[in-house]
């Protein structure tokens, strides 16, 4: 049924139409997904509602920024069992929470291009919780104690859903064109952390 004809059945009972909201449009390639051009969305969209007076809402931020976008993480130290391998890295959930909230799957590269062989492993952040993991089970680079790890597509729901897990301080954004980049976003000390706290006087401290 197009458009028109549910705003006109609409109509007949009362109720106009004014604004049609799209959400958040198009999704971005985190792996193998094919997601459509923005030109053949927008070609869909002005088909179905050339006949209608609709304002549209669109949240196209995602697929501007989603794989503009990276975390940086350093791997710190190699753990093994008899049946998994992790890798520990510097950061965690509350850097970038989509795995842990959803099992969001975001590509992970080697920031330095070694040759390194592939293995499987689960690459865990440092807070103390079973969910604090960028990928679980995951075919990644066989990366050394030091190297610098890319968790790809964070451009979009990364710093804006971090947090202060764990007293953890949020990361910097650096925004990098060419061979030049700009800190945009501070990397936080303790007193941002404790800021606007105080301790009630009846502690006596």
Same mark, same amino acid.
């Given at each position: 049924?197009?458009?028109?004809?549910?705003? /006109?059945?609409?109509?007949?009972?009362?109720?106009?139409?004014?604004?049609?909201?799209?959400?958040?449009?198009?999704?971005?390639?985190?792996?193998?997904?094919?997601?459509?051009?923005?030109?053949?969305?927008?070609?869909?969209?002005?088909?179905?509602?050339?006949?209608?007076?609709?304002?549209?809402?669109?949240?196209?931020?995602?697929?501007?920024? +989603?794989?503009?976008?990276?975390?940086? /993480?350093?791997?710190?130290?190699?753990?093994?069992?008899?049946?998994?391998?992790?890798?520990?890295?510097?950061?965690?959930?509350?850097?970038?929470? %989509?795995?842990?909230?959803?099992? &969001?799957?975001?590509?992970?590269?080697?920031?330095?291009?070694?040759?390194?062989?592939?293995?499987? &492993?689960?690459?865990?952040?440092?807070?103390?919780?079973?969910?604090?993991?960028?990928? &679980?089970?995951?075919?990644?680079?066989?990366?050394?104690? +030091?190297?610098?790890? &890319?968790?790809?597509?964070?451009?979009?729901?990364?710093?804006?859903?971090?947090?202060?897990?764990?007293? %953890?301080?949020?990361?910097?954004?650096?925004?990098?064109?060419?061979?030049?980049?700009?800190?945009? /976003?501070?990397?936080?000390?303790?007193?941002?952390?404790? %800021?606007?706290?105080?301790?009630?006087?009846?502690?006596?401290?």
């Amino acid at each position: 049924m197009r458009v028109q004809s549910k705003i /006109t059945k609409l109509k007949k009972i009362g109720i106009e139409i004014k604004y049609l909201d799209m959400g958040g449009g198009l999704g971005i390639t985190y792996d193998d997904e094919s997601p459509p051009h923005p030109d053949e969305y927008a070609k869909v969209i002005v088909e179905l509602l050339k006949e209608t007076d609709l304002q549209l809402i669109l949240e196209p931020g995602r697929v501007i920024v +989603g794989n503009a976008g990276i975390l940086v /993480t350093r791997a710190l130290f190699r753990k093994s069992s008899s049946i998994k391998e992790f890798i520990i890295v510097d950061a965690g959930m509350n850097d970038l929470l %989509r795995p842990t909230l959803y099992d &969001a799957f975001h590509a992970i590269w080697p920031v330095v291009k070694s040759g390194n062989e592939f293995i499987k &492993a689960d690459i865990v952040g440092p807070i103390c919780e079973s969910s604090d993991f960028l990928a &679980a089970n995951r075919k990644v680079a066989d990366v050394k104690n +030091g190297d610098l790890i &890319a968790v790809m597509s964070a451009g979009a729901y990364g710093f804006a859903m971090s947090s202060n897990y764990c007293s %953890r301080l949020k990361v910097a954004e650096v925004m990098v064109r060419d061979d030049q980049f700009h800190v945009v /976003t501070q990397r936080q000390d303790y007193e941002d952390l404790v %800021r606007g706290e105080s301790a009630p006087p009846f502690f006596n401290i």
